[in-house]
């Protein structure tokens, strides 16, 4: 078990579900790792332990990574020095929160992956973006599929106004 005390407080880092086994067997100690650090620490070594063992849930990371920039104001130099993860996909990760609702949750749900929802993020306009998310769910696009729609949909132009008359 990996912890970092904070105020005196012990966060843990990993090592939950042994720390739950433990509990439940009602062992008399367990044996913890611990450092003294903040919670930037706790947060960037979970995302780098994670990282080491191999697949880890997209709205984990995403929310993390978000964490660190916004409430911690960690640099995206700092995050990538600190997780192992590389610059693009941390930059890719934090583009992400302007989705919509409707497509992080498919995101956090795996139903779509992190190269589809970051080529949804070029579509600024939220009606517009769900309704080519509804698209890509239809026809099942590549990446590189979607991109090239919303990059034709994008050199489109608009439709004139109706004319209205007086």
């Given at each position: 078990i990996k912890c970092v005390v904070i105020d005196g407080q012990y966060v843990l880092v990993d090592g939950l579900h042994r720390l739950q086994h433990a509990l439940k067997e009602k062992w008399p100690t367990i044996s913890v790792v611990y450092e003294e650090g903040d919670m930037v620490k706790v947060v960037t070594q979970n995302i780098f332990l994670d990282h080491l063992r191999g697949k880890h849930p997209v709205s984990e990371m995403r929310q993390a990574i978000e964490s660190l920039y916004k409430e911690y104001q960690v640099t995206i130099e700092d995050i990538v020095a600190k997780t192992g993860l590389s610059q693009a996909y941390v930059e890719k990760l934090l583009v992400l929160s302007e989705l919509t609702p409707l497509v992080l949750e498919a995101l956090d749900q795996e139903t779509i992956g992190v190269g589809h929802a970051y080529a949804?993020?070029?579509?600024?306009?939220?009606?517009?973006?769900?309704?080519?998310?509804?698209?890509?769910m239809t026809y099942h696009w590549t990446v590189k599929s979607l991109e090239d729609y919303i990059k034709m949909v994008l050199d489109t132009p608009p439709p004139p106004p109706p004319n209205q008359e007086p």
């Open positions: 949804l993020t070029k579509l600024k306009n939220m009606a517009q973006q769900e309704v080519v998310f509804n698209q890509l």
